[in-house]
């Protein structure tokens, strides 16, 4: 009976659902076996439920501006047996104090092309605040980078997202990296994945 309650919550990202499997095991391979793992804009849930049940030592957090997602994000856990997906927690990246304090990595999702630019200065701010030394922020998504042309499918994509609100759009990757450094954060690579997106690490120093 609870797994058809569960069942019943679920909600279906089409682009978390095309992407979480291919993505996986980029992003397993730069996060920390163990610690507490922060998700930031977990939506449905569907990326926890993925990857969280790798890494058994580890503690998901996810968390999202969207309380009404609550529901779909325990029942994506519940379904995948994922018993180290901590309940999700209700996080506006602009906040200026987290209700997590402290992390060993972070975790995010196509976010900044759909907010205003704030939300990129609160998640590179928020995520300097709270990682530990060493921690990581991975920031899966659409950027365009200053290194090559940039693919006709993000520049018409960027153009339906100013279309329905100017304030959205795909970031540069110049762009976050000047923010990073500004928030003490260290940029350390981007990896190119499918679909014309890229894995971003942004890295807290060791003090």
């Not at 076996?33 to 990326?47: D, F």
């Not at 006709?152 to 959205?168: C, H, Q, V, Y």
């Not at 540069?172 to 971003?200: H, I």
Request: aromatic share 8%; with cysteine; hydrophobic share 45%.
């Amino acid at each position: 009976m609870s797994g058809d309650r569960s069942r019943a919550h679920k909600e279906v990202s089409p682009s978390a659902e095309g992407n979480r499997h291919e993505i996986r095991p980029h992003v397993l391979g730069l996060l920390p076996r163990a610690g507490t793992i922060l998700e930031v804009a977990a939506g449905t849930g569907q990326h926890a439920a993925c990857f969280a049940p790798e890494l058994p030592e580890a503690q998901w957090q996810p968390t999202d501006r969207t309380p009404e997602l609550f529901p779909s994000i325990r029942a994506w856990a519940a379904e995948a047996g994922a018993t180290n997906v901590r309940d999700p927690l209700e996080l506006d990246v602009t906040w200026p104090v987290w209700p997590v304090t402290a992390a060993d990595a972070i975790y995010a999702s196509n976010l900044l092309h759909i907010s205003p630019w704030a939300a990129a200065e609160g998640l590179l701010a928020g995520a300097a605040r709270t990682l530990a030394p060493g921690g990581a922020l991975l920031y899966y998504g659409a950027v365009f980078r200053a290194d090559r042309p940039p693919a006709p499918s993000n520049l018409e994509f960027d153009r339906g997202l100013r279309a329905r609100d100017p304030r959205w759009g795909v970031r540069q990757l110049a762009d976050l990296q000047a923010v990073a450094a500004r928030v003490g954060l260290v940029f350390e690579q981007v990896l190119d994945l499918p679909r014309n997106n890229s894995l971003l690490v942004f890295r807290q120093p060791e003090r």
